[in-house]
T-cell receptor, first 112, second 117 residues
Framework: QKEVEQDPGPLSVPEGAIVSLNCTYS??????FMWYRQYSRKGPELLMY????GNKEDGRFTAQVDKSSKYISLFIRDSQPSDSATYLC????????????FGTGTSLTVIP | GAVVSQHPSRVICKSGTSVKIECRSL??????MFWYRQFPKQSLMLMAT?????????EQGVEKDKFLINHASLTLSTLTVTSAHPEDSSFYIC?????????????FGPGTRLTVL
């Protein structure tokens, strides 16, 4: 079983839709949860970071962590064509030192 | 802040040649740098972790003699793909970790696309 599972998609939505991206994980020791956005042929850029359980909002983006279910989500409101990218979840913990565990990434296309 | 650069951004080489990729943290000192490879439509696969002044720690299945990593300073790490073959063609991404942060956030470079003919 992989440490982090993420549906690769692809996911295609119309402009303005609410997008829900999800990851599940197996190791309950993970404490830090990140979402990265990666445009084609570019390096990942950090979108959201959450420590432990709870919600975090930043503009049109909301990250949720449910540690009891080992489930994290990223919601994108009022999606825009510029949101079209691959979204990677990542997680870490003190036991892992600096190492991040990545999901496979979900490819999102927002259609104008 | 926290910018990481990679050079070159793209390289095409013949089979059997060696290729060096540089990763630099431009505005901070990185105690740890990571090297990943990414195949099309797949996630990042960690190859190795390198700390300044010490030998890199390679992930299982990654040949340390083929992928040479040097981390000579707090702002520069290099990955050399020795005797490259077509199966080494991939997107190589480095990241640098800013020490002292809550979770040692990683900042990623823009990646280097290697094509071996």
């Amino acid at each position: 079983q992989k440490e982090v599972e993420q549906d690769p998609g692809p996911l295609s939505v119309p402009e303005g839709a609410i997008v829900s991206l999800n990851c599940t994980y197996s190791n309950s020791a993970f404490q830090y949860f990140m979402w990265y956005r990666q445009y084609s042929r570019k390096g990942p850029e950090l979108l959201m970071y959450t420590y432990s359980s709870g919600n975090k909002e930043d503009g049109r983006f909301t990250a949720q962590v449910d540690k009891s279910s080992k489930y994290i989500s990223l919601f994108i409101r009022d999606s825009q064509p510029s949101d079209s990218a691959t979204y990677l979840c990542a997680m870490s913990a003190e036991f892992a030192g600096n190492q991040f565990y990545f999901g496979t990434g979900t490819s999102l296309t927002v259609i104008p | 802040g926290a910018v990481v650069s990679q050079h070159p951004s793209r390289v095409i080489c013949k089979s059997g040649t060696s290729v060096k990729i540089e990763c630099r943290s431009l505005d901070f000192q990185a105690t740890t740098m990571f090297w990943y490879r990414q195949f099309p439509k797949q996630s990042l696969m960690l190859m190795a972790t390198s700390n300044e002044g010490s030998k890199a720690t390679y992930e299982q299945g990654v040949e340390k003699d083929k992928f040479l990593i040097n981390h000579a300073s707090l702002t520069l790490s290099t990955l050399t793909v020795t005797s490259a073959h077509p199966e080494d063609s991939s997107f190589y991404i480095c990241s640098a970790s800013l020490s002292g942060g809550i979770y040692n956030e990683q900042f990623f470079g823009p990646g280097t696309r290697l094509t071996v003919l």
